[in-house]
């Protein structure tokens, strides 16, 4: 069994659309968001906090707004931007810029406690450490990233769809949804299963399951 460690009862879904209904479960886990510039470092002391905690293989994500004007802001900070200026002021900071091009990221890292003897890629901790992983664009870093001197083995998976920031549309989704558009529609004008079809965690989740079933992990 998976734990995946959320309260958004609709990232088990799409989870469960990739992996399995009998493969993943939610777990309620109040990790330490530790700050960093990227997605992957976030993620992956998450998944070594869970993992600690349970015991089992769990995965934890992280996903930002990367808009090309503000050279990827806010990124790993989306979260605490949306809360204190909104997507609506968002917007109107973006809007006097020439370029409106974005992308919303998601990295997925997946801890068990094991070495990932089938990674394709040979991995050199001590050259690995620190770096960004946000130059890495195959989609499923393989690594075991330090983190505070951690040492815990870690996969990283990232999941990017590119789209355009634009004046808030539509009632659905959550966070920068209104004013993320992909392919002329924004992420709250589509219904859950077009957005989970083309979504950025769906991307990651995707590359997870088919580390998954490659390396028969979770049997």
């Not at 993620?43 to 293989?57: D, K, L, S, V």
Request: hydrophobic residues 35%; proline residues 5%; glycine residues 10%.
């Amino acid at each position: 069994m998976l734990k995946f460690v959320t309260t958004n009862p609709g990232k088990i879904h799409e989870a469960r659309k990739y992996l399995g209904e009998a493969t993943v479960e939610q777990f309620d886990f109040d990790y330490t968001e530790v700050q960093g510039e990227d997605l992957a470092a976030v993620a992956a002391h998450g998944a070594r906090e869970a993992y600690r905690a349970t015991g089992e293989p769990v995965i934890v994500d992280d996903s930002g707004l990367f808009i090309d004007a503000f050279d990827g802001f806010p990124g790993p900070y989306s979260s605490y931007v949306e809360d204190r200026l909104g997507i609506d002021r968002v917007w109107r900071l973006t809007e006097p810029e020439d370029d409106h091009g974005g992308a919303f990221e998601t990295v997925i890292a997946y801890c068990d406690g094991e070495d990932f003897a089938a990674t394709p890629n040979p991995v050199d901790r001590e050259e690995r450490r620190g770096q960004d992983l946000a130059a890495d664009e195959r989609g499923a870093a393989t690594t075991d990233e330090q983190v505070a001197g951690d040492d815990l083995p870690v996969k990283l998976f990232r999941g990017r769809v590119p789209g355009t920031i634009v004046a808030p549309r539509g009632d659905g989704g959550f966070g920068f949804d209104p004013i993320f558009e992909h392919d002329g529609t924004t992420f709250a004008e589509m219904d859950t299963e077009a957005k989970n079809a083309v979504s950025h965690r769906g991307r990651a989740l995707a590359k997870f399951a088919e580390w998954v079933e490659t390396t028969e992990r979770l049997r």
